[in-house]
């Protein structure tokens, strides 16, 4: 069994929290997730308050295990403030906050004595949560899926764990198996955060009508065709903070338009803001936004959450046992 002060303080069997992945992420995943004892997050950034209301009773009628839902805290996520009002009115376990400004929000889950994680993508972000001192602090990096800042997990992680103090580090961006939940809890994090593996399970984008060809994309990648790029925000018409730009698979899309500002933020403003473009873009699996992260090259097989959490916490406990021994080896 893998203890950190994040299990503890958070009331779960493994160290490994599933990424709160917008309306496509919901209670089915959530709940599976935390059957399986660790934190399965509901994701909020395209939902409506109603939306978000029913899925937060549907996940706590498959689970009495604790979850957490996810809410982004840029100025033009729809429906950032009443989002997180609902998950306070709901009295959920616990929120995850990423993107913008996020201290407003960690102060309201205080008042609310919610337990609350802060996501940072650079080291101001970080000194800047710290001092506001969240339950936990994720560091995300640059491997990440979804939106993600410039820095690499590994540095990044490890100026985390100097300066957090005793608030939990949680580490997130190119993990997606046991190796990576080791090297986290060996550096001395307290956990894992995993997006992209928990894309490719059965319980993702249920409704969605192209996450099955999305979920073989990720398993056919080796990794090495994401792209960082400011171009896919371009195509939903939106800005986001300096630093941050997305990270998807490339597909037609991005051959297309890669490059091309000008021409693309024509082609936006031509098919209707916000969203006329990306509904083009996301009529065929071969131009529809594919977010994932670098992870997808250790991704072999779409699962069931469960199993993805059973293996990675299996794996990690083993590789962490034979580290052991071979200190002791070396000692004796
Ligand atoms: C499909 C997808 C959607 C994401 N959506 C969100 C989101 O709505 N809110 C958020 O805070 N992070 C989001 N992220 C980023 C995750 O929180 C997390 O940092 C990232 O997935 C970790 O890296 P990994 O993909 O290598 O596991 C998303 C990531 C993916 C892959």
Known sequence: ??????????????????????????????????????????????????NLHDEIRRCRELTDRPFAVNVVTWKWAPFAQVLLDVAIEERVPSVTISFGDPIPAL????????????????????????????????????????????????SFAAQALDLAGDIPVLIAGGIADGRGLAAVLAMGGAGAIMGTRFKATNEFGLAAPHSAAQKQAIVGSDGSNTL???????AYGMEWPNGIEGRALRSKFTEEWKGRSEELRQAVDAAGKPFGFVAQLAQSPETVVNWAGESSGLVRDVLPAAEVVERTARQAEELLQAAARTILGVRA
């Open 1 to 50: 069994m893998l203890s950190t002060t994040f299990t503890q303080r958070f009331g779960l069997d493994h160290p490994i929290i599933q990424a709160g992945m917008g309306n496509d992420c919901g209670a089915e995943l959530a709940a599976a997730v935390s059957n399986a004892g660790a934190l399965g997050t509901i994701g909020s950034i395209g939902r409506t308050p109603d």
């Open 107 to 154: 102060k309201a889950c205080q008042q609310a004595r919610i337990p609350a994680v802060v996501q940072v993508q650079d080291v101001a972000g970080l000194r800047a949560a710290i001092e506001a001192r969240p339950d936990a602090i994720a560091v995300q990096g640059n491997e990440a899926g979804g939106h993600t800042g410039s820095r690499g997990t590994l």
């Open 228 to 234: 960082w790029d400011e171009i896919f925000d371009e």
